[in-house]
C-alpha cells in the first residue's frame, strides 16, 4: 500500500527558509518520478518541481517562479523526497503535497502547509 507522509510546513517569515520532507513507503521508491504539488485557497493545485529516479538520471525540474529559490532532493536510502525552500514570498503560502505515480495511479500525500507572513 503506497503512503506519502509530509512534514516540515510552518509558518516563516518573507525572506525565510523552510525543508519539507515526504516520507514514502509501500513501493520500490528508487524507481519512481517524485513531485511537490502545492494548493493555494480558491487556487487550482500546481506543480512546483519534479525529480526523476535515479535510473532515469535524477534530473530536476521547477515552475519558472521558483527557480533559484526552491530545491528538490531525494535520499533513496531512507525513501525521502525534500523541498528546500529559501527566499521565501508570500505567493508561496499553500499547502505543498508530495506526489507520485505507480502503476499508471496517482498518490498524493495529506499535505502540509505552509504559511509565509510578516
Known amino acids: 500500500q503506497v503512503q506519502l507522509v509530509e512534514s516540515g510546513g510552518g509558518l516563516v517569515q518573507p525572506g525565510g527558509s523552510l525543508r519539507l520532507s515526504c516520507a514514502a513507503s509501500?513501493?520500490?521508491?528508487?524507481?519512481?518520478?517524485m513531485r511537490w504539488y502545492r494548493q493555494a485557497p480558491g487556487k487550482e493545485r500546481e506543480l512546483v518541481a519534479t525529480?526523476?529516479?535515479?535510473?532515469?538520471?535524477?534530473?530536476?525540474n521547477y515552475r519558472d517562479s521558483v527557480k533559484g529559490r526552491f530545491t528538490i532532493s531525494r535520499d533513496n536510502t531512507k525513501n525521502t523526497v525534500y523541498l528546500q525552500m529559501n527566499s521565501l514570498k508570500p505567493d508561496d503560502t499553500a499547502v505543498y503535497l508530495c506526489?507520485?505515480?505507480?502503476?499508471?495511479?496517482?498518490?498524493w500525500g495529506q499535505g502540509t502547509q505552509v504559511t509565509v507572513s510578516s
Open positions: 509501500g513501493f520500490t521508491f528508487s524507481s519512481y518520478t
Open positions: 525529480i526523476t529516479s535515479p535510473f532515469a538520471g535524477g534530473s530536476t
Open positions: 506526489n507520485t505515480n505507480v502503476w499508471g495511479q496517482n498518490y
